[in-house]
C-alpha cells in the first residue's frame, strides 16, 4: 500500500468518523467529561498512520482492555510501507500494565512489553519497559513517556513518545502523537473508539 492510499484511507475512516458523531452524540447517553477518565484512557481501539523519519510509513491497529481495575493489556499491528505482502517492515506487540493516580488530575502507567519487528532485512523478537503520564483537560487528553527495549537480533533502544487526544465525545477521539518506534522517530496521527 503506498503512502497515498495510506493518508487517503486514514482520511476517509477520519471523515466518516466525524459525519458520524453528530448523530451519535444524539442518541447516546451524555456522560461528562471527567478529568482523567481511567477507564476510557485504557479501554480503545485506534487506527492511524505514522510517517518515519527514514522516509517511510506504516499503518498501526491499536487496542487496549481494562480487564481488572488497575491492570490493563494491550496490543497493535504496524504495517510498514511494503504493503502485507512485502518484504517485511512489520511489527507486532504485546504490553501487559498498571496505571496508578499520581494526584486528583494526573495517572502514571507502567508496563513491560514483547513483541516481534521485521526490519526489512531481519527478524527480531523484542522485550522491553515503558512508563507514561497522562491528564485531562476538558476534552484534551495530554500524554508523555519513555521506555526502554532490547531487540534480541539488532541490540537496544530507548524510545520516547509525547501527545494529544481530542475528545470529540466521551467515545469518539482523534490525535496526534510524536514517538520513537521500532522504524524511527515520526508523527503519528489516529483516531479511535475509547468504551
Known amino acids: 500500500m503506498t503512502s497515498y492510499n495510506k ?8 471523515t466518516a468518523l466525524a459525519a458520524a458523531t453528530p448523530a451519535l452524540a444524539h442518541t447516546q447517553n451524555q456522560s461528562p467529561f471527567e478529568s482523567p477518565q481511567t477507564q476510557r484512557a485504557f479501554n480503545f481501539l485506534s487506527a492511524g498512520i505514522a510517517d518515519h523519519d527514514h522516509g ?8 487496549s ?10 496490543a497493535y499491528v504496524r ?5 502485507p505482502f512485502g518484504n ?4 507486532q506487540g504485546l504490553k501487559l500494565g498498571r496505571y496508578l493516580w499520581l494526584s486528583d488530575t494526573v495517572i502514571a502507567d507502567f508496563s513491560g512489553r514483547v ?8 527478524d527480531s523478537g523484542y522485550w522491553g519497559v515503558e512508563g507514561n503520564l497522562r ?12 521506555g526502554w527495549v532490547d531487540y534480541t537480533d539488532a541490540g537496544s533502544d530507548s524510545q520516547y513518545q509525547f501527545g ?27 483516531a479511535s473508539y475509547h468504551f
Open 115 to 122: 513483541g516481534n519487528v521485521d526490519f526489512g532485512v531481519d
Open 164 to 190: 494529544t487526544r481530542f475528545y470529540v465525545t466521551p467515545e469518539f477521539a482523534v490525535g496526534a502523537r510524536y514517538q520513537d518506534s521500532e522504524f524511527g522517530d515520526g508523527l503519528r496521527i489516529e
Open 88 to 91: 517485511g517492515r512489520d511489527a
Open 65 to 74: 482492555y481494562q480487564f481488572s481495575s488497575p491492570w490493563f493489556v494491550s
Open 79 to 83: 504495517d510498514g510501507d511494503d504493503g
Open 56 to 63: 517511510a510509513d506504516s499503518i498501526i491497529i491499536e487496542g
Open 7 to 14: 493518508v487517503f484511507a486514514l482520511t476517509v475512516m477520519v
Open 135 to 146: 491528564t485531562r483537560i476538558d476534552r484534551f487528553e495530554l500524554f508523555a513517556g519513555l
